[in-house]
Protein backbone atom coordinates (compact mmCIF):
# COMPACT_ATOMS: atom_id res chain seq x y z
CA UNK A 1 0.00 0.00 0.00
CA UNK A 2 2.61 2.68 0.69
CA UNK A 3 4.41 1.60 -2.60
CA UNK A 4 0.99 2.70 -4.12
CA UNK A 5 0.75 5.97 -2.25
CA UNK A 6 4.40 6.65 -3.03
CA UNK A 7 4.29 6.63 -6.75
CA UNK A 8 3.04 10.09 -6.82
CA UNK A 9 5.36 13.13 -7.11
CA UNK A 10 3.41 15.18 -4.89
CA UNK A 11 3.14 12.51 -1.86
CA UNK A 12 6.72 12.11 -2.33
CA UNK A 13 7.30 15.70 -2.28
CA UNK A 14 5.20 16.06 1.15
CA UNK A 15 6.82 13.04 3.18
CA UNK A 16 10.10 14.67 1.90
CA UNK A 17 9.26 18.20 2.61
CA UNK A 18 7.63 17.20 5.87
CA UNK A 19 10.75 15.62 7.27
CA UNK A 20 12.44 18.16 6.38
CA UNK A 21 10.10 20.90 8.64
CA UNK A 22 10.10 18.43 11.25
CA UNK A 23 13.83 18.86 11.38
CA UNK A 24 13.68 22.90 10.69
CA UNK A 25 10.71 22.53 13.39
CA UNK A 26 12.70 20.85 16.11
CA UNK A 27 15.61 23.26 15.57
CA UNK A 28 13.82 25.96 15.49
CA UNK A 29 11.97 25.46 18.88
CA UNK A 30 14.74 24.34 20.96
CA UNK A 31 17.06 27.15 19.58
CA UNK A 32 14.51 30.17 20.01
CA UNK A 33 12.26 28.37 23.15
CA UNK A 34 14.73 26.30 24.96
CA UNK A 35 17.70 28.44 24.38
CA UNK A 36 16.24 31.63 24.35
CA UNK A 37 18.04 32.52 20.27
CA UNK A 38 16.09 35.44 18.86
CA UNK A 39 13.42 33.96 16.71
CA UNK A 40 14.68 35.38 12.77
CA UNK A 41 17.82 33.78 14.14
CA UNK A 42 16.52 30.45 14.81
CA UNK A 43 14.69 30.25 11.56
CA UNK A 44 17.88 30.65 9.47
CA UNK A 45 19.78 28.56 11.29
CA UNK A 46 17.05 25.53 11.39
CA UNK A 47 16.83 26.37 7.74
CA UNK A 48 20.44 25.43 7.22
CA UNK A 49 20.13 22.02 9.07
CA UNK A 50 16.64 21.26 7.12
CA UNK A 51 18.03 22.30 4.19
CA UNK A 52 20.04 19.53 3.82
CA UNK A 53 17.51 16.74 4.76
CA UNK A 54 15.55 18.44 1.63
CA UNK A 55 18.09 18.30 -0.88
CA UNK A 56 18.67 14.63 -0.06
CA UNK A 57 15.18 13.60 -0.07
CA UNK A 58 13.90 15.62 -2.78
CA UNK A 59 16.82 15.07 -5.20
CA UNK A 60 16.89 11.13 -4.94
CA UNK A 61 13.38 10.28 -3.69
CA UNK A 62 11.09 12.79 -4.39
CA UNK A 63 11.78 13.67 -8.28
CA UNK A 64 14.11 10.51 -8.71
CA UNK A 65 17.06 12.09 -10.01
CA UNK A 66 19.44 9.87 -8.87
CA UNK A 67 22.29 11.45 -12.08
CA UNK A 68 25.22 12.89 -10.04
CA UNK A 69 26.97 14.31 -13.50
CA UNK A 70 25.67 17.93 -13.14
CA UNK A 71 24.91 17.38 -9.25
CA UNK A 72 26.97 20.37 -8.13
CA UNK A 73 25.13 23.09 -10.27
CA UNK A 74 21.96 21.48 -9.38
CA UNK A 75 23.18 21.85 -6.18
CA UNK A 76 23.43 25.28 -6.66
CA UNK A 77 20.27 26.12 -8.22
CA UNK A 78 18.61 24.20 -5.45
CA UNK A 79 20.33 26.29 -2.47
CA UNK A 80 19.06 29.67 -5.15
CA UNK A 81 15.89 28.24 -5.13
CA UNK A 82 16.28 27.36 -1.31
CA UNK A 83 17.61 30.79 -0.38
CA UNK A 84 14.59 32.51 -1.94
CA UNK A 85 12.55 30.19 0.12
CA UNK A 86 14.38 31.23 2.83
CA UNK A 87 13.43 35.21 2.12
CA UNK A 88 9.69 34.40 1.93
CA UNK A 89 9.38 32.28 4.95
CA UNK A 90 10.98 34.61 6.64
CA UNK A 91 9.31 37.55 5.80
CA UNK A 92 5.94 35.82 6.08
CA UNK A 93 7.36 34.77 9.49
CA UNK A 94 7.89 38.35 10.34
CA UNK A 95 4.62 39.60 9.18
CA UNK A 96 2.66 36.54 11.17
CA UNK A 97 4.56 37.51 14.42
CA UNK A 98 5.30 41.18 13.54
CA UNK A 99 1.71 42.32 12.16
CA UNK A 100 -0.49 39.88 13.81
CA UNK A 101 0.67 38.93 17.16
CA UNK A 102 0.81 34.76 16.67
CA UNK A 103 3.33 33.04 18.50
CA UNK A 104 6.76 32.30 16.61
CA UNK A 105 6.02 28.41 16.20
CA UNK A 106 2.58 29.13 14.74
CA UNK A 107 3.79 31.60 12.49
CA UNK A 108 6.40 29.41 11.44
CA UNK A 109 4.13 26.10 10.56
CA UNK A 110 2.09 29.11 8.13
CA UNK A 111 5.36 30.37 6.38
CA UNK A 112 6.76 26.80 5.97
CA UNK A 113 3.64 25.61 3.88
CA UNK A 114 3.07 28.63 1.90
CA UNK A 115 7.14 28.60 1.03
CA UNK A 116 6.88 24.74 0.12
CA UNK A 117 3.94 25.61 -1.88
CA UNK A 118 6.06 28.38 -4.24
CA UNK A 119 9.19 25.72 -4.07
CA UNK A 120 7.57 22.70 -5.68
CA UNK A 121 6.82 23.96 -8.68
CA UNK A 122 10.44 25.68 -8.56
CA UNK A 123 11.89 22.33 -7.74
CA UNK A 124 9.53 20.10 -10.32
CA UNK A 125 9.75 22.41 -13.09
CA UNK A 126 13.30 23.59 -13.10
CA UNK A 127 15.70 22.09 -10.75
CA UNK A 128 15.22 18.31 -10.81
CA UNK A 129 12.85 18.67 -14.52
CA UNK A 130 14.65 14.89 -16.09
CA UNK A 131 14.48 16.48 -19.42
CA UNK A 132 15.18 19.59 -21.56
CA UNK A 133 15.65 21.54 -17.80
CA UNK A 134 16.47 25.53 -18.39
CA UNK A 135 19.19 25.65 -15.57
CA UNK A 136 20.63 21.41 -16.11
CA UNK A 137 21.67 19.22 -18.69
CA UNK A 138 21.01 16.13 -18.03
Known amino acids: MIEKITQYTIVRYLVGGSTSAVVNLT ?7 VAGVHYITSSVIAFIFAFFVSLIFHKFWTFQDHSTEN ?13 FGLG ?3 LILYVCVGYFGLLPLVGQVIA ?3 TACCTFFISK ?9 PFISQ
Not at 71 to 83: C, D, E, P, R, T
Not at 125 to 133: N, V
Open 27 to 33: IFYLLNS
Open 125 to 133: YLIFKRTES
Open 71 to 83: MHIQGLYYLLSSL
Open 112 to 114: GGL
Open 88 to 90: LNT
